[in-house]
């Protein structure tokens, strides 16, 4: 069974970088599409950045083009998540998910995602 844990949230200010790491255990995530997804309170949860098994084709929101980079280590397991020059309306709950997925190939419903981390908070405040 695949187990994802995110880590690497916390309190920046706006303008300050942060770097989420998705951590997998159980099964190895050489076949698996990775996104991660965000949700603000009272909002719906939303793509942030996915990418293909392979790494080769990220996919990004509009609103974090340019500032966020997602890649992946297969070698460690593990998915990561740069944010750079973070805004106040990037503040969410960030998760990170998993799901078996053909190559270049991941996904941008959450629906389509089985494997899900608890989240880690971001908060972006002066």
Do not use: H
């Not at 965000?38 to 500032?67: F, H, M, N, W």
């Not at 944010?83 to 078996?100: F, I």
């Amino acid at each position: 069974q695949l187990q994802l844990v995110e880590s690497g949230g916390g309190l920046v200010q706006p303008g300050g970088s942060l770097r989420l790491s998705c951590a997998a255990s159980g099964v190895s995530l050489d076949y698996y599409a990775i996104g991660w997804f965000r949700q603000a309170p009272g909002k719906e949860r939303e793509l942030v950045s996915c990418i293909t098994r392979g790494g080769d084709i990220p996919k990004y929101a509009d609103s974090v083009k340019g500032r966020f980079t997602i890649s992946r280590d297969n070698a460690k397991n593990t998915a990561y998540l740069q944010m750079n020059s973070l805004k106040p309306e990037d503040t969410a709950v960030y998760y990170c998910t998993a799901d078996r997925a053909p190559p270049y190939v991941c996904y941008v419903s959450p629906g389509l995602y089985d494997y899900w981390g608890q989240g880690t908070q971001v908060t972006v405040s002066s």
